[in-house]
Nanobody, 116 residues
Framework: QAHFVESGGGLVQPGGSLRLSCTVS????????IGWFRQAPGGERRELVA????????NYADSVNGRFTISRPNAKNTVFLQMNSLKPEDTAVYYC?????????WGQGTQVSVSS
């Protein structure tokens, strides 16, 4: 069974950048739609931040459009989320989600904290 792991989170000052990675072991990401979701402190639900389909079509939440970029480079087992101009309200646990037909996988999450 495929196993998805997020990495790249950390503490950054407002205006800074981070790059998150979603890496799969036991398979490849080629055919999956990959979404990055986040759950803010005290938040009850996860919100979709960015998504990329198997055909590399992308969409973004309004709150991150123009600041975040999701990409699926030639490496077949990793999807990246480049986050620029980070704001304190971007603070959250970020989760990778992979969808393929009835298959629905989540990673364990990576913490992103934006604070001065």
């Amino acid at each position: 069974q495929a196993h998805f792991v997020e990495s790249g989170g950390g503490l950054v000052q407002p205006g800074g950048s981070l790059r998150l990675s979603c890496t799969v072991s036991g398979g490849t990401l080629d055919h999956y739609t990959i979404g990055w979701f986040r759950q803010a402190p005290g938040g009850e639900r996860r919100e979709l931040v960015a998504r990329i389909t198997s055909g590399n079509a992308t969409n973004y939440a309004d709150s991150v459009n123009g600041r975040f970029t999701i990409s699926r480079p030639n490496a077949k087992n990793t999807v990246f989320l480049q986050m620029n101009s980070l704001k304190p309200e971007d603070t959250a646990v970020y989760y990778c989600n992979a969808l393929l037909g009835p298959l629905n996988f989540w990673g364990q999450g990576t913490q992103v904290s934006v604070s001065s």
